[in-house]
């Protein structure tokens, strides 16, 4: 026993004591999310996905463990995993033999499978039934197409090799990142036996269903919907909630008339409906606050007020109270909410790590917890304990001495407060100097968090410091922080951010001050190509995935509403402030070398925007390279080959520049 003991021991100090992440290990990087307590809580299923080398792809798995991390197994291929109201089995969607996506239920004790739908759509999303009996499932319906042209000299019975019918757009929302050209539509809902057998249709034309489906009692669904159907106004403002009785179909709006609001979730008893929400469409960013339903009175409670962010996802437990996580400050919390006296507290006080919720079992919590060195793995919290049940890369990862991730928080010269973190290399020495990377994120309104990233720790790695902030505009600090920058993106604020980030560290006197560098991607890489116009400092600069030139962003991006929003008034009234805040116009004042990298499929941020900047640079005499990332929509490493192209890219690029 003793002689085992040591040689674990030495093992332990053997891996520990381990040199730098290599980039080849990224190939191995296993990653877990979306664990689901079964209803009994004797069960988890949760979803896993690794790297297949050869064939370039990431796979994804649904495994099955007992309910304290023991016995995992692989269980199914699928999406969309459910369990049913008696634990006895798991339904999920997969494609059928026609390629049709279908809804497939799996016995848990024989594993047999039985395929239950045999419809003519695509089953997107669907929910099981209280008592077992039914499926409610969504489907999308196609809008008649009655714009054809009739081609003269058609012969009945001849085939002719002519010309595809050409796409016809009529709506300002017509495509999307990742599926490209959208069919014209709704999303419609339908109940089917659990057995199979045909489906009937229990939703009309003027719904489009959304998301967040379940049944609040074996009559009634529950559901995020939109029934505004504005093609002009921008698609997440125009969500409600909606509860619709299967049988005689009434459909009912039972969040308020005006606002935005989704994510129902119906209480143990069923007599109360939380979700969240907020009054106005008229912001930019904003945390919506939870509302509670009470279905005796039919009024609406507003039970939050002031929050940092978004609640994500809301679960109801025993005695009248809820529990979801937000971003607050970097970290994803989980809070709990007593809805008689609206008392809001953390689950695990002081937390700065990251746990997303994804199931609840009477008092315990399910979800993944991802710290500074380690990514996601999932875990249970139990009267405020946390406990991880899997550990898929510790061995692998335990092979490597990483860098440490340190907090800074700093004010703005306008007195602004703002948090961010560090990462050293491995083997720092605070007597030395490293060279910096500042990396922007993306959205704008989004929240960096000292998370595990594997690109920034061979960053570290290869011996920069890696810093990234949140610049006024990010989530997790509450609305005000994050609206402020509401007609006023890329402006003087987030910039004057950006830059006391690197003058608080650079004060340190651990930074090679000629050796300095700024990268984003989507959003930072807007910002990105924002303090290159505006700042000298870095000796090069990567702008990934940009927005260069709000005018023609608009009407080739698939977020065309959202980008109008953006500003006062439409370029044709006044175009001013488009091009004020469109980085291309501080071209002239560029002097550091800019590497440019986009996905040829991008229509989030499309390829032009890229490459009209890299061709004013060209013409402006300052050192420029264009990247055309294949295969690959918005951002450039979905691919796992273009992950390693992006990285040797970036650092290949800023080792030929130094000031």
Known sequence: MRKTFISISLLFSILVMGGGLTQESYWDIQSVSNPLISPDGTYVIFTKKFIDKKNDKRITEHWIMNKDGSNKRFFVEGSNLKWSPGSKKIAYVKEDENDTSQIYVKNLINESESKITNFGHNVKD??????????????????????????????????????????????????????????????????????????????DWGLDYIDDLHWLNNSQILFTGNNSLDDLQTPWKQTSVFLLNVQNKKLE?????????????????????????????????????????????????????NISSSPKNLFWLPGNQLVFDLDARGSSKVMKLDIDNLNLTEVISDFTDQFFLSSVHKDSLYGTHATPNRPGEIASIMNSRLTRLTEFNEL???????????????QAPDGTPIQGWYITPPDFDENKTYPLILIIHGGPHAMYRPAFNYSWHQFASDGYVVLFTNPRGSTGYGTEFANVIDNDYPGAGDLSDLLAGVDYITDKGII???????????????????????????????????????????GTTDIPAWTFEWFDKPFWEDPSNWLDRSPIMRTGF?????????????????????????????????DTALIRMNEEWHGTSSKPSNWFRTYGYLTEWYERYKK
């Open 126 to 203: 669907f929910s099981w039934s209280p008592n077992e009996e039914f499926f409610s499932f969504s489907a999308f319906q196609e809008y008649e197409d009655n714009w054809i042209i009739d081609i003269p000299g058609k012969v009945d019975g001849e085939e002719y090799e002519w010309t595809e019918e050409p796409t016809v757009v009529t709506t300002m929302h017509w495509r999307a990142d990742r599926i490209g050209e959208l069919e014209s539509g709704e999303n419609h809902l339908f109940l089917v036996d659990s057995s199979g057998g045909a489906a009937i249709k229990v939703s």
């Open 253 to 305: 709006k039972i969040s308020d008339q005006k606002g935005v609001f989704m994510k129902p979730k119906a209480s143990i008893d069923g007599k109360k409906i939380a979700f969240i929400g907020h009054p106005s469409k008229d912001y930019s960013s904003v945390a919506h606050d939870v509302y509670v339903h009470d279905i005796s009175s039919g009024k609406n409670k507003q039970s939050t007020k």
């Open 396 to 410: 692998i990862l335990g092979e490597y001495n990483l860098g440490k991730t340190h907090e800074v928080n700093y």
């Open 512 to 554: 090679d001050t000629s050796r300095m560098y700024v990268q984003g991607c989507s959003g930072g890489g807007v910002l990105t190509a924002w303090v290159v116009g505006h700042d000298d400092r870095f000796a090069a600069a990567a702008s990934l995935c940009p927005v260069t030139n709000w005018i023609s962003m608009v």
């Open 590 to 622: 560029i002097n550091t070398p800019t590497l440019f990298m986009t996905g040829v499929l991008d229509i989030r941020t499309p390829m032009p925007q890229t490459e009209e900047m890299y061709v004013a640079l060209k013409e402006a005499g300052v």
